[in-house]
C-alpha cells in the first residue's frame, strides 16, 4: 500500500522551511498548501502573477480576474502581491523562489526531468516549467512511482522530450522518498509505511542506492 | 496655454482600432488563459477577417471562447505559446498539419516580449538548456552554468487588455489579469489597449501606473465584457 496523493503532498510538506517562497505545479503539489507545518510560513507564487496565493474563495466569491497558472480561481492572502509575467519569470531565473514542486512523466537517475509532451499523442506545452526547472535551487518532483501500465518513472534515461538536464534534487512517490544524486543515481531515503525496499527497487529501472537500513517516513 | 498637456490616443471603438492590420501579420495578445484577454479587439477581428495571422500569446483560448474563436475561422496561421491545453480544436488543426505551432518556454516568451520594447535584441537564459527548445540556438556558459541565446519578437501589432486607462493611454491592470498584457504593450509598434473603464487624464494617481501611455498607440472603452472563467474553484462556507 503506497500512499495516497494526499499523503505525497503531507510529505513534501514536511520539506517546507521558514521564509521561503514556494512555487508549486498542477496536480499533487497544488495540494502540498493544505499540509504546511505548524510555525512554518511560506507565501505561494504562482507564475502567472502572485505571491501571497490564498486558498479557493468561497462559493459566489469568485473573481475573473484572479486565478492561479492552473487557471483555478483563487485568493490572495494579506501581504500578496500581484506582477506581470516578466517580472514573475524574473523571480523564478533569478532564483528569488526558494523551492518549485512539480509533476513528472520521467525522471533520469542523473536528475533529467520530461514533463511536456508525449510525441504524436499529446502536447500542450511547457507552460513555466522549463524556466521553473532550469533555475530553482531546490525541485522536488511529486508523481507516482510506476505509470498506468506499472512501468517505472524512474529510469537511467528519459524516454520523453526533456523538460530540463540534472536539475530533480529530490523525489517524493507513492512508495517513497528519494534524493538525486547526478553520478550515484536515486538514493533511497524513505520508505511509504508497509512498503519494502525490495518492492522499491522491484519498481525503479534507474540506479537505485540503498544505504543500511531504510527508515519509514513519518507522516 | 489653451492646448491639452497630454497626447491624446482615443480611437471610438475595437473596429476603428484595427486600421492597418492586414493579413499575414505577426500580432500578439496579452492574458493568461482567459484571464485579461482582449475580448473586443479578438471580435473585431474576427469580423474583419484578417487571416494568417501569427499570433503571439501564452495561450491559445478554449473551443468557443478567446483566441479558439479565431482558430474556428481559421484566421491563424501561426501559434506561438507556453501552453495550449484545453482545446479541442486547436489540437485538432495542429494534428492535421493545418496550424503550424511554436512552444516555447513561458519566461522566454514573456522576455522575448520586453526585449522587444526595451531595445534589447537578444538575451541568454538557461530555460530549455539540453532539450529540444534549445536545438540550433548558441549555447553560452556563464558562471558555470549553459545558457541558449533567445531573440527579441517583432511584433507590428499588440492587442491587450487594462481595468482602467486614461485617454492619454495609461494603464492599470487589476489582479492577476497583468499577466503578459505589460510586456505586449511595451513590444508592439502599434499597441491596441481595450479597457473596462476609460477615464479623463488626471484621474488616474501617476503613483499607481503600471504602463505609461508612451507603450499605447490606440486605447478605447470596451463593452461587453464576458470575463469567462476557465476553472470555477470555491470551498465550502464551513472551511
Known amino acids: 500500500m503506497g500512499l495516497s496523493k494526499d499523503q505525497i503532498a503531507q510529505r513534501i510538506a514536511q520539506e517546507l522551511r521558514n521564509g521561503w517562497y514556494v512555487n508549486l505545479g498542477i496536480g499533487i503539489p497544488t495540494l502540498v498548501a493544505n499540509h504546511i507545518p505548524q510555525g512554518i510560513n511560506v507565501e505561494f507564487q504562482s507564475e502567472n502573477g502572485i505571491l501571497g496565493m490564498g486558498p479557493f474563495p468561497f462559493e459566489g466569491e469568485e473573481d475573473a480576474d484572479l486565478i492561479n497558472a492552473g487557471k483555478q480561481t483563487i485568493t490572495a492572502m494579506p501581504g500578496a502581491s500581484f506582477f506581470s509575467s516578466e517580472l514573475s519569470f524574473a523571480m523564478i531565473r533569478g532564483q528569488h523562489v526558494q523551492l518549485t514542486v512539480l509533476g513528472a512523466m520521467e525522471v533520469s537517475d542523473s536528475g533529467d526531468i520530461a514533463n511536456w509532451k508525449i510525441p504524436g499523442r499529446m502536447v500542450k506545452g511547457m507552460g513555466g516549467a522549463m524556466d521553473l526547472v532550469a533555475s530553482a535551487e531546490n525541485i522536488i518532483v511529486a508523481m507516482q512511482h510506476t505509470n498506468r501500465a506499472g512501468e517505472s518513472k524512474l529510469l537511467p534515461e528519459c524516454s520523453l522530450p526533456l523538460t530540463g538536464v540534472q536539475c530533480v534534487k529530490k523525489i517524493v512517490t507513492d512508495l517513497a522518498v528519494l534524493e538525486v544524486h547526478p553520478e550515484r543515481g536515486f538514493i533511497l531515503l524513505e520508505r511509504a509505511p508497509g512498503v519494502t525496499v525490495n518492492e522499491i527497487q522491484s519498481k525503479t529501472a534507474g540506479r537505485l542506492v540503498v544505504e543500511g537500513d531504510v527508515p519509514e517516513m513519518q507522516l | ?239
Open chain 2, 1 to 239: 496655454m489653451s492646448t491639452t498637456n497630454y497626447i491624446s490616443k482615443v480611437v471610438p471603438d475595437a473596429t476603428a482600432a484595427l486600421e492597418g492590420l492586414e493579413d499575414n501579420m505577426t500580432v500578439m495578445f496579452g492574458g493568461f488563459g482567459l484571464c485579461g484577454i482582449p475580448e473586443n479587439s479578438i471580435t473585431a477581428i474576427r469580423e474583419k477577417g484578417t487571416t494568417g495571422i501569427t499570433c503571439i500569446s501564452n495561450n491559445a483560448g478554449v473551443d468557443d471562447f478567446g483566441l479558439g474563436l479565431l482558430l474556428h475561422t481559421r484566421q491563424i496561421k501561426k501559434m506561438i505559446a507556453s501552453y495550449v491545453g484545453e482545446n479541442d480544436e486547436f489540437e485538432r488543426q495542429m494534428l492535421s498539419g493545418e496550424l503550424e505551432v511554436e512552444l516555447i518556454p513561458q519566461g522566454t516568451l514573456a522576455e522575448r516580449c520586453r526585449a522587444a520594447g526595451a531595445g534589447v535584441p537578444a538575451f541568454y537564459t538557461p530555460a530549455g538548456y539540453g532539450t529540444e527548445v534549445a536545438e540550433g540556438k548558441e549555447v553560452r556558459v556563464f558562471n558555470g552554468k549553459p545558457h541558449i541565446l533567445e531573440h527579441a519578437f517583432d511584433a507590428p501589432f499588440a492587442f491587450v487588455k487594462a481595468w482602467k486607462g486614461d485617454k492619454a493611454g495609461n494603464l492599470i491592470f487589476k489582479g492577476t489579469a497583468r499577466n503578459f498584457n505589460p510586456m505586449m504593450a511595451m513590444a508592439g509598434k502599434i499597441t491596441v489597449a481595450e479597457v473596462e473603464e476609460l477615464v479623463e487624464v488626471g484621474e488616474l494617481d501617476p503613483n499607481s501606473i503600471h504602463i505609461p501611455g508612451i507603450f499605447v498607440q490606440r486605447i478605447f472603452q470596451g463593452v461587453g465584457y464576458e470575463k469567462r472563467i476557465e476553472q470555477r474553484t470555491v470551498r465550502a462556507k464551513s472551511e
